[in-house]
């Protein structure tokens, strides 16, 4: 079983599958860029504890984390097409 055709009758590709995530992911689930990516302290955050966090860092977690999420759900649904051909 593939993935369904579109209107054309094309059969979407992986790249037009994950191309937005992957743009999501890499500019909003990454800023602010500097001094480094935000989602990587909010996990080092968690990941120590999170002793402090309050609810707003919570929702800027899931707010920088979804894209990644998005991304990773695209992406297994790519490989599972895949397998399933």
Request: with cysteine.
């Amino acid at each position: 079983m593939s993935a369904a055709p579109d209107k054309s009758g094309v059969e979407p590709n992986a790249l037009s599958r994950v191309g937005t995530p992957l743009l999501a992911s890499l500019s909003l689930g990454l800023a602010p860029f500097v001094p480094e990516p935000h989602i990587v302290g909010k996990l080092r955050w968690v990941a120590g504890g999170a002793h402090g966090m309050t609810s707003l860092d919570w929702m800027d977690l899931c707010f920088h984390g979804a894209p990644w999420v998005w991304l990773a759900v695209e992406l297994a649904l790519v490989a599972w097409r895949r397998l399933r051909r």
